[in-house]
């Protein structure tokens, strides 16, 4: 099978969903799940289409008591396209749907490189005779606001008629997560539909709460035979055109339908049903949008070129291609965050967490515009994140766990565990380590790029902010001499409290402290950096005192780390807690991912083992490099040798149920430095952990896009040990038995489509021909400058 095609053989109910998930097509605006068109949302069935950063937040009552949610939004669905052949008596048959009727072939075809989906199929009606169909759809890349799905009917062995009806259906909710279901989930009012003389049906709708306007206009067309009847049938909820077309063996008729969608949030229009219906009427006809849409991919690919062989190199590929889908060239142009499952469905509600963490160091070095437009997502949040700190009792900035449309604190207050049937709270919104990934990706985005005007003003702001957040947040402990930072949860999320503890929230995350640390540290050195008219006006416009620095130092070298038994604890008080029967839980149950689930079913409760759902303190190994962090500990007073690092990184693999496709992507990574002969099971199970749905039916809901993301970046950093830092790339690769040869290019310092191959232990890097001044190349034995137009092949020293 070509490296660029996933195909789906045979019609399975039981993997629809996560068929339309991993089918998705999507540009950045907005994308569309791969639902076959003629179904309805059901339980097998879940067509959607969402457009980013369009949010509502409605009311709900659990448990007995009122909470609000804020969710992505599940639009009108634009694909319904449904077909019936006309029967001897003139009678009309059944509408056709897989459920329903017997197919006789089914394939879905995902072609990567030219982004469109394929499906084909026959069908024996006993009443006409044998009909075969092949639709096609793509969302167009090029043109953000328009999709396309061409049906192309072939009638094998009798001739007759096909009614085809092409509709715009505005009666959907938000029903894509089971677990969501007893919440409000009828996001959409005031739905009205209409046609235009040119035979174009349109829809439009508001959100009931947050009042963003949306329109979708669909021009359906029938070439190959003219149709007998043609019927425009607006309705409350659907806007329908109904066609009946002859059809007879080699006399195919293909139907395109060419939809435009705008919404409120657009910029440079004044209506969006106006801006829908001009759009859709002046779109080109079907091949001229497929040339078009396959150009702008073709770009695309050019400026993200990943080689890897096997089969690793195709998953690779198709979790580029959900990453390019989500966030593209177009995101620079909107304001919206990294959503944590694509725009491929209702997990997590749409919402935007740390995953950013995992997915701007790809996009620093591919599509820096990108990068920038998601940190301004985060610094025009920064008044709410400042506010919200305040009300905390904090000074500086406290980013929200869960964001969503205006910055505030959007996770839930209670959550749902499906093996008990209880609601249970949630203090997940005490993981302020999201502040310490925002002022990361600050700083990477700008060590990538040289952007000093955005590290000299937005970013500035942020990493004070958050600087500040973190001095005050820390208090002296006299009898330990150390600033501790108390209440907190940390990247694990199984621990939220003590056991037996009245409040939740947990002291001296080691995580949590160390990246604090790295934070003020950051905060400090950029100030020194600034140009002394710039750092006055900064201050000013903080208004941060010059006495708060002091303190700042003092709290970034004084920072509690705990440890127990010669290893970082992953917080106080960790090693004190019970050793799990790992091995009887594995017996018992299927899967132990989700063990907190589990044991709170059982009466018991997670906080009272050492047990973490994905890495915590080994996250630490996963931001920083070896020297780097040996460096942080140095600085906070703290000796971290290679010996300590690795009984580190041994004592939590055993204690990890790897409940998050997160884990297998940093362990994998960290493993890379430490036992790189166990590092590959891990990268596989980063790899298959959408394709295979190893979390048991989570990719369904949307894909997870930092895990995707993150293996891409496993390449393009953790393997080549590259970073950023000091005006040069420096490289420290190092070999996997498994993954022997790669190559990626790369846009650095205004290079486009710098290229780095890896083989035969050689490293060979190019920089295209351009006006740009050379690249500065650091390797651990020696340093070179490759000028534009060479290329430098550098044999690697034996590990």
Not at 169 to 190: C, E, I, K, M, T
Not at 240 to 261: E, Q, S, Y
Not at 601 to 624: C, H, P
Not at 633 to 649: I, S
């Amino acid at each position: 099978m070509s490296e660029w095609i996933w195909e789906y053989e045979g019609y399975d109910p039981a993997a629809e969903r996560l068929r339309e998930s991993l089918c998705t097509l999507g540009n950045g605006y907005f994308a569309t799940r791969g639902a076959v068109p003629e179904s309805r949302a059901s339980l097998i069935h879940y067509p959607a289409t969402y457009v980013a950063g369009c949010y509502n937040r409605l009311e709900s009552t659990v448990a007995g008591r009122p909470v609000v949610n804020e969710d992505l939004v599940n639009l009108p669905n634009w694909l319904p396209l449904r077909f019936r052949l006309g029967s001897a008596d003139g009678s009309a048959a059944p509408w056709f749907t897989p459920d329903t009727h017997t197919v006789l072939d089914h394939r879905h075809t995902l072609d990567l490189r030219r982004a469109m989906l394929t499906r084909t199929f026959r069908y024996r009606d006993d009443a006409a005779g044998v009909v075969s169909a092949e639709q096609i759809r793509l969302v167009h890349m090029a043109d953000p606001h328009l999709a396309v799905l061409r049906t192309v009917f072939t009638a094998e062995d009798w001739s007759g008629e096909i009614e085809v009806e092409s509709a715009i259906d505005g009666d959907v909710v938000n029903g894509n997560v089971h677990r969501y279901r007893s919440l409000n989930r009828s996001h959409l009012a005031h739905v009205q539909t209409g046609v235009e003389e040119s035979g174009t049906v349109w829809l439009r709708c508001r959100t009931n709460s947050s009042d963003i306007g949306i329109a979708m206009a669909a021009r359906t067309v029938v070439t190959g035979q003219p149709p007998t009847s043609s019927r425009l049938h607006p309705a409350r909820h659907r806007a329908v055109r109904r066609l009946v077309v002859p059809i007879a063996p080699g006399r195919p008729v293909v139907v395109d339908k060419t939809m435009a969608l705008h919404t409120s949030r657009d910029a440079a229009i004044s209506d969006p049903l106006g801006a829908a219906v001009d759009r859709v009427s002046a779109a080109a006809d079907f091949p001229a949008l497929m040339d078009s849409h396959v150009t702008a991919w073709a770009q695309l690919w050019r400026h993200a070129a990943v080689q890897v062989p096997g089969q690793a190199g195709r998953v690779l590929r198709l979790h580029l291609f959900h990453v390019l889908q989500t966030l593209s060239p177009h995101t620079a142009d909107l304001d919206v965050g990294v959503p944590a499952r694509g725009l491929h469905g209702e997990a997590y509600r749409g919402h935007v967490f740390w995953d950013e963490l995992f997915v701007l160091p790809y996009l620093n070095l591919h599509f820096p515009e990108v990068s920038r437009a998601l940190l301004n997502y985060r610094h025009r949040r920064l008044p709410q994140a400042c506010r919200a700190a305040v009300e905390a009792g904090r000074a500086g900035a406290m980013y929200p766990w869960q964001s969503g449309s205006d910055g505030r604190e959007e996770t839930q207050e209670l959550h749902l565990n499906p093996r008990s049937g209880r609601w249970l709270p949630d203090h997940s919104r005490l993981q302020h380590h999201v502040g310490s990934a925002v002022a990361y990706n600050v700083w990477q985005y700008c060590e990538a790029t040289g952007d000093t005007e955005f590290l000299h003003t937005k970013g500035a702001e942020m990493l004070l902010q958050i600087a500040r957040f973190w001095a005050d947040a820390a208090v002296f402990d006299p009898t330990m001499s150390r600033y501790r930072i108390r209440g907190v949860v940390g990247p694990d999320e199984y621990h939220d409290s003590y056991p037996g503890a009245d409040l939740p929230g947990l002291d001296d995350n080691s995580y949590t402290n160390v990246t604090a640390a790295w934070v003020l540290s950051r905060a400090l050195e950029l100030l020194q950096r600034l140009p002394a008219w710039r750092r006055q006006e900064l201050l000013e416009r903080v208004n941060l005192g010059s006495d708060e620095l002091p303190m700042w130092e003092e709290v970034s070298r004084r920072l509690r780390v705990p440890y127990h038994q010669g290893v970082i604890s992953q917080f106080e008080g960790y090693g004190d807690l019970a050793e799990l029967d790992w091995d009887a839980y594995r017996e018992r149950y299927d899967s132990i991912r989700r063990l907190d689930r589990i044991l709170e079913a059982e009466g018991d409760t997670v906080n009272r083992y050492k047990a973490s759902k994905q890495a915590d303190v080994l996250m630490l190994g996963y931001l920083f490099s070896p020297a780097e962090l040996q460096d942080l500990f140095h600085r906070l007073g703290y000796d971290l040798d290679d010996e300590v690092w690795r009984k580190t990184v041994d004592y939590y693999l055993k204690r990890t149920s790897h409940g998050s496709t997160l884990s297998g992507l940093v362990h994998g990574w960290v493993l890379t430095r430490v036992r790189r002969a166990e590092a590959w099971k891990y990268c596989q199970e980063a790899l298959e952990a959408d394709i295979a749905d190893i979390q048991g039916g989570t990719t369904g809901e949307g894909i997870h896009l930092g895990a995707m993301a993150g293996t891409l970046d496993l390449v393009q950093r953790g393997l080549t040990g590259l970073e950023t830092r000091e005006d040069a790339l420096w490289l420290d690769p190092v070999p996997l038995s498994a993954l022997s040869e790669y190559g990626f290019s790369l846009r650095y310092r205004g290079h486009w489509g710098v290229s780095v191959q890896l083989q035969s232990g050689q490293l060979r890097i190019g920089v295209p021909d351009s006006e740009e001044t050379p690249i500065r190349v650091v390797l651990t034995d020696r340093a070179v400058t490759i000028a534009p137009g060479e290329t430098c092949r550098l044999v690697l020293p034996a590990r």
